[in-house]
């Protein structure tokens, strides 16, 4: 990837912070796919493999307000490279148990839950560190490029693991051990000036100051509660067997295309933003494309071609992004770096719920309905929340500058 000399990576600080994002963000996707591939193997249960899901989100949920706190109060450096550690320490807990011969279900969960507490703690942290390297002028470009790191290792990480998973389990978590460690090396290595924060005294009160914040500030509410429905009504990833194997009839080749290609889309338009940021009409944009996300999620419904369905997927993938560049600017340069923690704590767990409601969502509908009905009224439902936020939320709709008040 070609660099500009003035290309924002080319600062020591945010390229440390990219590439262990990156590192972190790939291993967590390989172990994912081991993880799973190991209790199906161990277990022979499409149930168990339900439970590692629910055992990475319940510790996600329950501290993510805890989290935040945390993020507000310590050196964020620190707990993300800390976390990263304990991640690689539960890699190490099942390297260990494969080779020893007692990994069976609980133990999986027990990892799968201690990896999801670690990135409960690890999100906010890493999130609200980024505005402290870059100058407020290049913060779009920055969360662009963060971006494209979750996008790679979205692309990068489960195939990697699926390869080596089937070569033993050996092969997953070693190299997992090592590029989490090496994570944590790099984020405790940022250079950062020091930042004074105001903090208030640890209360039950104190806890829930990000609800609170983002409750009160209407552009943040618009974005996350905008991004956190569409998502919830809009997602698709969950019926892609089903489009793969009785639409489209294209087998698990064709899955592994249909999964790559929204992610694909994804990393192409976090790395135009990267190089040219959006500057003006914010609102109407990210309103614009996640029409488009709508529109896409329509078309991929209806179609039965699977050339014209990738090329849905892309659209989906690649409008996405535009809005969470644009939402991701907004809560950060409207949050003082003192709540920063709190409130990207919030964010996450908006995000995070969504994710898995909107799958459950989508599966549930697509049982009663049938799944090309179910998808096609999920990106109707993603028209009709935009309109509908258009309305509720006419500050947001207006927006020309990410850090006007």
């Known amino acids: 990837m070609l660099l500009h000399r003035d290309s924002i990576l080319r600062q020591p600080a945010f390229a440390k912070f990219w590439t262990a994002r990156t590192l972190s963000s790939t291993t967590f996707q390989m172990l994912t796919v081991a993880i799973g591939w190991q209790m199906y193997e161990i277990t022979n249960d499409a149930f168990s493999l339900g439970y590692i899901g629910l055992a990475q989100f319940v510790p996600m949920l329950a501290m993510g307000l805890v989290a935040g706190q945390v993020a507000d109060r310590f050196d964020r450096r620190w707990i993300a490279a800390l976390c990263q550690l304990l991640e690689a320490a539960a890699a190490a807990y099942l390297l260990i148990g494969s080779i020893a011969g007692w990994l069976g279900r609980n133990e999986i969960l027990l990892a799968a839950a201690v990896i999801g507490a670690c990135r409960a703690f690890e999100g906010p942290a890493m999130t609200s560190l980024l505005p402290q390297l870059v100058p407020k002028p290049m913060l779009q470009q920055a969360i662009a490029w963060s971006t494209s790191a979750g996008q790679s290792a979205q692309i990068i990480g489960p195939s990697l693991g699926g390869v080596l998973i089937s070569l033993g389990p050996g092969f997953v978590y070693v190299p997992s051990i090592a590029l989490l460690a090496a994570s944590a090396i790099?984020?405790?290595?940022?250079?950062?000036?020091?930042?004074?924060?105001?903090?208030?005294?640890?209360?039950?009160?104190?806890?829930?100051?990000?609800?609170?914040?983002?409750?009160?500030?209407?552009?943040?509410?618009?974005?996350?509660?905008?991004?956190?429905?569409?998502?919830?009504?809009?997602?698709?990833?969950?019926?892609?067997?089903?489009?793969?194997?009785?639409?489209?009839?294209?087998?698990?080749?064709?899955?592994?295309?249909?999964?790559?290609?929204?992610?694909?889309?994804?990393?192409?338009?976090?790395?135009?933003?990267?190089?040219?940021?959006?500057?003006?009409?914010?609102?109407?944009?990210?309103?614009?494309?996640?029409?488009?996300?709508?529109?896409?999620?329509?078309?991929?419904?209806?179609?039965?071609?699977?050339?014209?369905?990738?090329?849905?997927?892309?659209?989906?993938?690649?409008?996405?992004?535009?809005?969470?560049?644009?939402?991701?600017?907004?809560?950060?340069?409207?949050?003082?770096?003192?709540?920063?923690?709190?409130?990207?704590?919030?964010?996450?767990?908006?995000?995070?719920?969504?994710?898995?409601?909107?799958?459950?969502?989508?599966?549930?509908?697509?049982?009663?309905?049938?799944?090309?009905?179910?998808?096609?009224?999920?990106?109707?439902?993603?028209?009709?929340?935009?309109?509908?936020?258009?309305?509720?939320?006419?500050?947001?709709?207006?927006?020309?500058?990410l850090d006007a008040r």
Do not use: C, H
């Open 186 to 401: 790099l984020t405790a290595l940022i250079a950062m000036e020091k930042v004074e924060r105001r903090l208030e005294p640890l209360s039950l009160r104190s806890l829930f100051t990000g609800l609170v914040f983002v409750y009160r500030n209407k552009l943040i509410l618009g974005a996350v509660s905008l991004d956190m429905f569409a998502v919830l009504l809009g997602g698709v990833t969950a019926l892609l067997p089903i489009f793969a194997q009785d639409i489209l009839q294209a087998g698990g080749w064709g899955l592994g295309l249909l999964r790559a290609a929204p992610a694909i889309g994804a990393l192409g338009m976090s790395i135009y933003l990267a190089y040219f940021p959006l500057k003006r009409a914010f609102g109407l944009t990210m309103f614009g494309s996640l029409a488009v996300f709508g529109i896409a999620t329509m078309a991929f419904a209806l179609s039965t071609n699977l050339m014209v369905s990738i090329a849905a997927l892309f659209f989906i993938g690649a409008s996405d992004v535009i809005s969470v560049v644009i939402r991701s600017t907004l809560v950060q340069l409207q949050t003082p770096d003192d709540m920063r923690g709190r409130v990207n704590a919030v964010n996450s767990m908006f995000i995070g719920t969504s994710n898995q409601l909107g799958e459950f969502e989508s599966g549930l509908l697509a049982g009663f309905i049938g799944a090309v009905p179910a998808t096609f009224v999920g990106g109707v439902g993603t028209i009709a929340v935009a309109g509908l936020w258009m309305v509720l939320f006419p500050s947001l709709r207006r927006l020309k500058s």
